[in-house]
């Protein structure tokens, strides 16, 4: 089992900024890949951004291409996203994701993750 902690969400002005962070712990020995969903109310979870943990080959949805980045620290098993430049259609719940095992496996797609956090909202204002 993988427990995933995220904190760092919360209300910011549309052009700030925030960080989110993913903290894994358990048996994260087979981890593959971590990413970052979203999800508003009455739709499904959305792909954010999403890192491959061996190589750190890094994806990105075309809305938070150029905005969003998602840092990693191997040794704290720490996944983050830093999200610049918010706008408000960016107000959502957002959730961490892992994934464990040794073949590809497709990173954007919520099916394929075996783990979840708790989701920390953000919001933000015009």
């Known amino acids: 089992q993988v427990q995933l902690v995220e904190s760092g969400g919360g209300l910011v002005q549309a052009g700030g900024s925030l960080r989110l962070s993913c903290a894994a712990s358990?048996?994260?020995?087979?981890?593959?890949?971590m990413g970052w969903f979203r999800q508003v109310p009455g739709k499904g979870r959305e792909f954010v951004a999403a890192?491959?943990?061996?190589?750190?080959?890094?994806y990105y949805a075309d809305f938070a291409q150029g905005r969003f980045t998602i840092p990693r620290d191997n040794a704290k098993n720490t996944v983050y996203l830093q999200m610049n430049t918010l706008k408000p259609e960016d107000t959502a719940v957002y959730y961490c994701?892992?994934?464990?095992?040794?073949?590809?496996?497709?990173?954007?797609?919520?099916?394929?993750?075996?783990?979840w956090g708790q989701g920390t909202q953000v919001t933000v204002s015009v």
């Open positions: 994701a892992a994934m464990q095992g040794i073949y590809y496996r497709p990173v954007t797609t919520d099916a394929e993750y075996d783990y």
């Open positions: 890192v491959r943990w061996s190589g750190g080959t890094e």
């Open positions: 358990g048996r994260t020995f087979w981890l593959y890949a």
